[in-house]
Every structure is written in C-alpha cells, then in structure tokens.
C-alpha cells in the first residue's frame, strides 16, 4: 500500500503478521522456495496458493489461488476484473492497466463469472496498453463462447491454475511469509516460501483456504487448526 506523501499526516490501521501462521514446530513443515509471479501487490503470509499451468509464459510460477465463492467483494488477488462486458464470440478482454501487468504474453487465460461456466480462452498474444488512457486490452487465442460474461455478474480474466472441474485453480500450498510482488509497469514478482505439508496452522491466519482447496492439499479444519498432511 502507498503511504508516502509530502503532507504530515497519521496513517491508522492494522499491525500485519503479529499473529502466528503456525500452531505446530515451524521446522517440522515440509516447504519448498518459490517464484511468485508479478503484478499481484502485496500477499499476505498465509494466502492460498495455485501454480502457473499455462504452455509458455509465466509457466511454473505460484500465483493467488481463486476461491470457488462468489459475491464481488471477496479478497481476490488473483482475479482481474472485467471493466467492460465480455462479448460473445470475442477474441479480447478489457481489465484494467493495473491488473494487465498480472499476464504475460503466452500465459493461458480464464474468463468466468458467478453465472457462466469458466472458459479456457487459449494464450495470450497481445496486452495493449497504449491504445486506451484507462484500461488494457487483451487479446487471446480462443474465441469466447456465444454468452456473454458480464461484470454485473462479476465477470473475470485469471491465469490458468488448475483444472476445469475447479474452476482453472488448483491449490498448491500455503505462502509463510508476506511478500510483495508489485502492481504495475515495474512489478518484477516476489521469491517466496510455499508451505506444501506435515503442519498444523491457525486457521485465523489463512486466506482463501476453501473446501476446494483442503482437498487439493489433503487438508483438514479441527476447531481453529488446519492440518495439513
């Protein structure tokens, strides 16, 4: 978050990771270190994490994890929200110039929304950024189906994590640390540890941690404890 500015001011809010990810011995966890991908700001220690599956791109590196819940005011870093309906049997996408720079040219990209099955809109071939002061265009491979995903149905473009039964997101681990990966032209990604197994977590620590996602990591939720096997 930007809290720089040249006026004397008192920014209030909340200590972040004073709370312990961790109920079980740290050291005993099975992790592995890993790249996140750029463009998703700050990510908090204990978030959800999917893994790139796209052919080329950004191939292989770990990115927010897409909760299968839908109301619009979730914390979905790994979405990039529509700014304009999607028109059936298009080829491109509008998002806005912060989000574009969460793609990269050869990533495979998703669209779904809270009505509409996902789709598999194929590689990204172009991200323009320089037509429109506003927004960012989009261009991919597949053509969208014939119905239209629209952003009063919270309409959104992800890269491809997963599997289609699960809505092209599948959970990989849990990150330890905060990290920040940027927003922007000049988000470079973050390195990172990816908690993968044999812990107990508190679970008021984690985020985005659905049924979904404890059963693509074998875990489980007793009372105020994750255990992840």
Do not use: W
Request: charged share 15%; glycine share 8%; net charge negative.
């Amino acid at each position: 978050m930007q809290t720089r500015s040249d006026i004397p001011h008192v920014l209030y809010g909340a200590q972040q990771d004073y709370k312990r990810l961790y109920y079980s011995e740290e050291l005993a966890a099975l992790k592995v270190p890993v790249t996140l991908q750029a463009g998703y700001g700050v990510l908090r220690m204990g978030i959800a994490l999917s893994k790139n599956l796209s052919a080329a791109g950004n191939i292989g590196k770990c990115l927010p994890y897409n909760p299968t819940s839908f109301t619009g005011v979730e914390d979905h870093p790994g979405r990039a929200y529509l700014v304009a309906d999607n028109a059936g049997s298009a080829y491109t996408v509008n998002v806005s110039m912060e989000d574009s720079y969460k793609f990269a040219v050869g990533d495979d990209l998703i669209i779904n929304d809270d009505t509409t099955t996902a789709e598999n809109l194929g590689a990204i071939t172009e991200i323009d950024r320089t037509t429109y002061a506003t927004y960012a265009v989009i261009t991919h491979t597949t053509v969208a189906g014939a119905t239209p995903f629209t952003t009063a149905r919270f309409a959104y473009v992800c890269v491809e994590a997963g599997t289609n039964t699960n809505l092209y997101s599948d959970g990989v681990g849990i990150l330890e640390k905060s990290v920040d990966t940027c927003v922007g032209q000049y988000a470079k990604g973050a390195l990172a540890t990816l908690i993968l197994g044999n812990c107990v977590l508190n679970t008021g620590m984690l985020t985005n941690v659905d049924s979904a996602f404890k059963t693509d990591v074998s875990a489980s939720t007793f009372g105020n404890y994750t255990y992840i096997r």
